[in-house]
């Protein structure tokens, strides 16, 4: 399967643990995003890198929130002391450089609980 | 600030009809905009795209609209099958960035086939 890959698909934590995610894309995208969903609403947009550089961090929820791609393959996502409110979908895409308006490719999600 | 709606409510359409799915937006204006569906559980997967440029896209038995006068999309599905049961999202690439600044979606709307 050459889609997109994300680790693990469930996870349930306790009020106050760091979690982190796991992100693989398409091999040949340089482009990589992460996207927050909750139950009824559309994904929200929390960062994106191109290549291992991330250009676009304003999104992101706040300073417990944190992501990285370090060799521009796959990317992590950090929370730190998570909160009930971080329940939710974490989605992450990819798309290739080709221009403006590619589509994304998303991968099946992590589903966080925070208990 | 930045809006993007979908019929927030379910669609029930009967198989072999045609669905009409509307996307309003205001305070946007975007370079181009993009169709997703979602299946519970599962990430997004990209239907389709249009240019600000363009006033109609075809793919099979989808037609998309865009009219930036009115700030509206409509996407339609002809000779409906159950099979097209889901979520479908709108999501808009805004002018500056190159879409580079991810994806802005709207809630959805669900769609049901009925047989």
């Known amino acids: 399967d050459t889609g997109v890959s994300q680790d693990p698909r469930h996870k349930i934590t306790k009020r106050g643990q760091n979690v982190t995610f796991r992100c693989d894309p398409i091999?040949?995208?340089?482009?990589l995003y992460w996207y927050r969903q909750t139950l009824g609403q559309g994904p929200e947009f929390l960062t994106y890198?191109?290549?291992?550089?991330?250009?676009?961090k304003s999104r992101l929820l706040s300073d417990r929130f944190s992501a990285e791609r370090p060799k521009g393959s796959f990317s992590t996502l950090e929370i730190q002391r998570t909160e009930q409110g971080d329940s939710a979908m974490y989605l992450c895409?990819?798309?290739?450089?080709?221009?403006?308006?590619?589509?994304?490719?998303f991968g099946p999600g992590t589903r966080l609980t925070v208990l | 600030s930045q809006k993007i709606e979908q019929n927030s409510e379910a669609l029930n359409i009967q198989e072999g009809k045609t669905a009409t799915l509307t996307c309003n937006y205001t305070n946007y204006s975007p370079a181009y905009l993009q169709w997703y569906r979602q299946d519970p559980g599962r990430g997004p997967v990209f239907l389709l795209l249009i240019r600000e440029n363009e006033k109609e896209k075809r793919k099979e038995r989808l037609k998309v609209t865009f009219d930036t006068t009115l700030k509206q999309s409509l996407f339609h599905i002809t000779a409906s099958q159950p099979a097209d049961s889901a979520t479908y999202l709108c999501a808009l690439v805004r002018g500056s960035g190159g879409g580079a600044d991810g994806l802005t979606f709207g809630k959805g709307t669900h769609l049901i086939i009925q047989p």
């Open positions: 895409a990819s798309s290739p450089w080709t221009g403006l308006g590619n589509e994304q490719f």
């Open positions: 091999s040949e995208h340089n482009r």
């Open positions: 890198f191109q290549n291992e550089a991330q250009l676009e």
